[in-house]
């Protein structure tokens, strides 16, 4: 038997298996609930585009349902921009993204609905042929696929920016630098998938074959991630003592530090008489060896004593020396003002700045000037 003819079901199987894995196994990904079940859902759909292969090629495409995994096709690079974004605690606007995905949701439905009428493949490879609809879905394909490569792309690009709450050591970089491959592997994967049906058209031979290739990239990718993620130091991004694995996290939750109100003292004394938070660099390795004592002691008498994680206690410092700068008569632009107070991009400053008051800087300086 040709290896390629079990592909569709062997990644289906591999799908169902991490999908389960990811919901059920508690340690990884950290303490966001969103980030697994983005995870989660991501493998998901991959699953369901393998059980549509599957079932295409076992019936031929004599079925109603073949292509079903299409219509969905467009949320895989939302869905993995927005997974990014939760796992590096870059914060961006829900509710205008999710207009946004209802709205091409609509239009790609409304597209589809006269292919609707197909019940087979052969149905609808006929009417393709005969017919302008073959050009405008190739283009609604490309457009889909390139949007999909652009959100791949940002996330890439974001995670490889993403500023780190501490210094790796040697296996976290490893850790690191594999999840920047896994991440352009993505790409590579999504950019091969439509350079194939481009060059190979439509016929249902091509196509079926494509499908076997497809299943058997998507197991072996998808297992490879998974696990990647489930294994990444979110640690690393948030400096959060949830974030830790529950076993590290156990350990020093029962370790020496017993009173750990007397180590936010400290640790508020430090950054605020040495002004640390001016430095954009600062990591909880530097407050942990100016403390004599360990990074995830500093991170958890941070959580447990301000309710935060390390960047946003750190930020909250700098945002309150940017309002004092605000507010001087003759104030300097918003981005001298960003960078004096420890932020590396005006970007990271809005950001900052908007989670910390509800306001933007240029909203804060009119309501002060109204006041």
Known sequence: MNALNIAPLLSLTVGVFLFVFILFRR???????????????????????????????SEGGNDWYFGISYLFYHLVGFLFYYFIVLLIKLSIS??????IVIGITLLRWIFFYPLFENETMDELL?????SEYDEWLF?????????????????????????????????????YRWAKFILIA????????????????????????????????????FFIFTFSMM???????????????????KKYAKSSLKDSSELFRQINTLVQEERLYLDFDLKLNVLSEKLGTSVHHVSQAINQNSGMSFPDFINSYR??????????PKPDTIFAISLDVGFNSKAAFYSAFKKMTSQTPTEFKK?????
Do not use: C
């Open 94 to 99: 829900f509710k205008k993204w999710m207009l």
């Open 367 to 371: 309501a002060a000037k109204r006041s």
């Open 126 to 130: 006929t009417f393709l042929e005969s």
């Open 319 to 328: 945002i309150e020396e940017a309002k004092k700068k605000l507010l001087v």
């Open 186 to 221: 993505f790409v590579v994967l999504q950019l091969g998938m439509f350079i194939n049906l481009f060059v190979n058209g439509y016929s249902l031979d091509t196509y079926q074959l494509s499908m076997k290739f497809e299943s058997l990239l998507i197991a072996v990718f």
């Open 139 to 175: 283009l609604e394909y490309l457009t889909v696929s390139l949007l999909n490569v652009f959100f791949f792309f940002l996330a890439f690009y974001r995670f490889r920016q993403a500023p780190t709450a501490l210094i790796l050591n040697k296996n976290e970089k490893l850790q």
């Open 27 to 57: 340690s990884g990904l950290g303490s966001d609930r969103r980030i697994r079940y983005l995870l989660a859902t991501l493998v998901f759909y991959f699953t369901l585009v393998s059980f549509d292969y599957y079932m295409t090629l």
């Open 231 to 249: 294994h990444f130091p979110v640690f690393a991004f948030s400096g959060d003592f949830e974030d830790l694995p529950e076993n590290t996290k």
